[in-house]
C-alpha cells in the first residue's frame, strides 16, 4: 500500500526547518559605540557577553523544535495516508511551530529584567499549545483511516500514554513563571533533554 | 507516463512554506521600557495583548496560504506535464504568494487605527490577485497538453465551477474594507474556513 | 546510467526559493503617522502609492531570478553527474542569487532619489556577474566528464550560443544605469520577458 | 538494503541552504541622506564601497558553509542509517550552522573598527564549534551501527584523519583575531579554498 504524505511531510519539514533557522534573527548585533566614541574590543566583548539570556532562548528552542521535527518524522512513519482532519490538526502544529522565533525574541529581550515573567508566561504558552497540537496530530494520526495497519499497536499504545504528559508539564512550566522565570526555563530546558533521551528509545 | 513536475511542485512547496513561516517577523517584540525606566510585567502582558491586530493578521495569512498549498497540491496531482503556459500562470501565482507576508504586516500595524480601511484595502486587493492567479494556474493546468488523461472529468469539472467563486468573493472583501476594516477581515476568514470545509470533501 | 545530481538539484533549489522569497522583506510598512498625529487611511493609501520603487524592483527580480531557476532546472536535465568543477561554478552563482535582496532593496530606495544611478549600478553589475556566473555553469555541465551523453546535440550548441548573451546585454543594462536608472531597469524587464518566452520554446 | 537517512538529509541540506540565504541579510541598505539632504549618486556609491567588510564578511561565511554542506553530503553518503547519537550530534551542527548569520552580521558591522578582534574572536569561536562538530558528526557516522558496510575502509580512514585537523586549525584563527583580525578572516578563506581543493579529490 503506497505511502501518501509525502509532500505533506516535505511542507512541514521545511516549515520546521525554516522556523528552526530563523531564531538566529533574533540575535541582534550589539550597538557599542556610545555618544560617537570609537566601539573597543573590550565594549565589544562585554555587550556580546550581556546577550546571554538571547543564547539561552536560541538553545532552548532549537533543540525543542528539533526534537519535535524528530517527533513529527516518527508519527507519520506510522501513518498511511492523510486526511482532511489529519491536514488541519498538523496545520495547527505548523502555525505555532512557525510563531517560535516569536516568544523566543520576546524571552531574549526581557530575561534579565523585572518583566521576565511577563516574558516567559507568553513563551511557555506557546509550548503548551504546541503540546497540545502534537496531541491532536497523534490523535488524528492513529485513526483507522490514516494509521499504517502494520504500525506496532504496542508501539501505537506508548505514544499514545506520552503525548498525555506534553501540556501538563509545559502548563507547569507556565505556572512556574508567574513565581520564577528561569525555573521555567529551566523545566523547558529538561524536557527537552528528556525527550532526546527517549527519543533514542524510539 | 511518467509525471515531470516534481521539481516544479517541490520548488512551489518551497515559496509556500517560506512565506508562511516569514509571518512570524511581522510580530515586533514590544518595546515597553519608557523614559529609562525598568520594563515590568504588567506592562509587558498589555504590551503583548495590546499586539492583537499582528496576531489576528498572522492567523488569517497563515491558514489562507495554507489553504491554497493544499490546493496547489490537489490541482498539480492532476497535472501530467508542465509547460510554459503553466509554469508562468504558477510564477506569478508565487509572486503573490511570496507577498503575502507585506499587507500582513500593514493590517497588523494599522488594523486599530482609523487607517485600517486602507491596510485591509491593500490586504483584499492582494487575495484579489492570488484568487485571479489561482483560476489561472488551474485554467493553464486543466488543458489537453498538460491535464493527466485519467483525471476524471467530474472532479475537473467541479474545479472549473468553484474556482470563479474566489475572486469575486476577495473583491466582495475589498469592497467590505472601505466601510468596516473587521468585516473586511471577516470575509477572508470565513472564506479559509469555508475551503478547509470543502477541500475535506475532495 | 543513475542521475547523482539530486541533492545538489535540491539545494540549489532552496537557495533559489528562499532568495526569492525574501525579497518580499524589502517591502518596508510605512510609517504614516506625523508627529503623534493619528494615521489616516488616505495618507496610507498614499504611502503605499509611493513605494512604487519597491514594487518594480521586486517585480523585475522576482521574475529574474524565477526564469534563472527554470533555465537551472533545464540546464542540470542535461547533466548526467556533476564533479567539483560544476559543483564551485554552481556555488558562485548560488552566491549572487542569494545576494539579489540586496541591490533590490538599494534600487528600492534610491529608484526615485538623485541617488537612482548608483543604485541601478549595483543592481545591474550584479546581474552581469550571474549571468557570467550561468555561462561558466553552462561551460562545467556541458563537459564530457558531467553531460548526459543522450543530450541532444543540437541543444546544447543553441544553450552556449544563446548563454553568450546574458553577460553583453547587461553589460548594456549597466551602463545605461549611469544616464538613465529607468532605461536600466527597462533593459533587465525586457531581459526577464524575452528569455520567458524563449524558455517556451526548450 | 535500504538506505533511512533521506528525510535527515533533506532538514540538513534546508537548515544549510536557509542560513546561507540568511546572510544577505546581513547587507543593510546605506542611509546617505544627511540631514534632510537629497541622497546623491556619488554619495550612494561611497557608501556601497564602504560596506566592504560586510561584503568580505558574507564571503566568508557563504563559502565556508557551502563547503560544510558538500562535506555533510559525503559523510552521509557513507551512512546506512541514523540513530540518536548521530541525530543529536547532526542537531550540535545544525545548530552551529544556522547562527552562523550573526557572528557574520558582527564581523560585517565591527570590522573596520577598533573593536575588530571581539568580533573576529567571535566568529572564529563559532567555527571552532563547527569545526568540533563536524568531527562528532563523523565519528558518530562511522561506527558499525551506522556505518554502510560497502563504504571503502581507506576513505573512512581518511576523514577520520583529515578532520582531526578542523578545530586546532580554527583555533589558530582564534588566537590570531587577538593581534590581527584581518589575520584572523585571512586563514578562514585560506581553509574554505584549502577544503574546496581537497574536496574535489574526494
Redesign the interface.
Known amino acids: 500500500m503506497e505511502k501518501e504524505t509525502g509532500?505533506l511531510?516535505?511542507?512541514s519539514?521545511?516549515?520546521?526547518?525554516?522556523?528552526?533557522?530563523?531564531?538566529?534573527?533574533e540575535?541582534k548585533?550589539?550597538q557599542?559605540?556610545e555618544h560617537g566614541a570609537?566601539?573597543?574590543?573590550?565594549?565589544?566583548?562585554a555587550s556580546?557577553l550581556r546577550l546571554w539570556p538571547s543564547y539561552l532562548a536560541?538553545?532552548t528552542s532549537?533543540?525543542t523544535v528539533?526534537i519535535m521535527?524528530?517527533h513529527h518524522?516518527i508519527i507519520f512513519k506510522l501513518v498511511r495516508r492523510a486526511?482532511?482532519?489529519l491536514?488541519?490538526a498538523n496545520?495547527f502544529l505548523?502555525?505555532l511551530v512557525?510563531?517560535?522565533?516569536?516568544p523566543t525574541?520576546?524571552v531574549a529581550?526581557?530575561l534579565a529584567?523585572?518583566?521576565?515573567?511577563?516574558?516567559c508566561?507568553?513563551y511557555t504558552t506557546v509550548f503548551v499549545g504546541i503540546a497540545v497540537a502534537f496531541y491532536l496530530v497523534m490523535m488524528a494520526a492513529f485513526r483507522e483511516q490514516t494509521l499504517d495497519p502494520e504500525a506496532s499497536a504496542e508501539r501505537v499504545r506508548r505514544f499514545r500514554r506520552d503525548y498525555k504528559l506534553g501540556p501538563p508539564l509545559y502548563i507547569l512550566a507556565a505556572v512556574a513563571a508567574r513565581f520564577s522565570p528561569m525555573l521555567s526555563i529551566g523545566i523547558c530546558t529538561a524536557l527537552w533533554i528528556f525527550w532526546?533521551f527517549t527519543?533514542?528509545e524510539c
Open positions: 509532500r511531510e516535505a511542507f519539514d521545511g516549515v520546521f526547518a525554516i522556523a528552526i533557522t530563523l531564531l538566529v534573527l540575535l548585533v550589539p557599542v559605540a570609537e566601539p573597543t574590543t573590550p565594549a565589544l566583548e556580546l536560541l538553545l532549537f533543540f528539533l521535527w524528530v518524522h486526511d482532511a482532519t491536514l488541519f496545520g505548523l502555525l512557525s510563531v517560535v522565533p516569536f525574541a520576546v529581550e526581557y529584567t523585572p518583566a521576565a515573567s511577563a516574558a508566561e507568553l532526546a527519543t533514542g
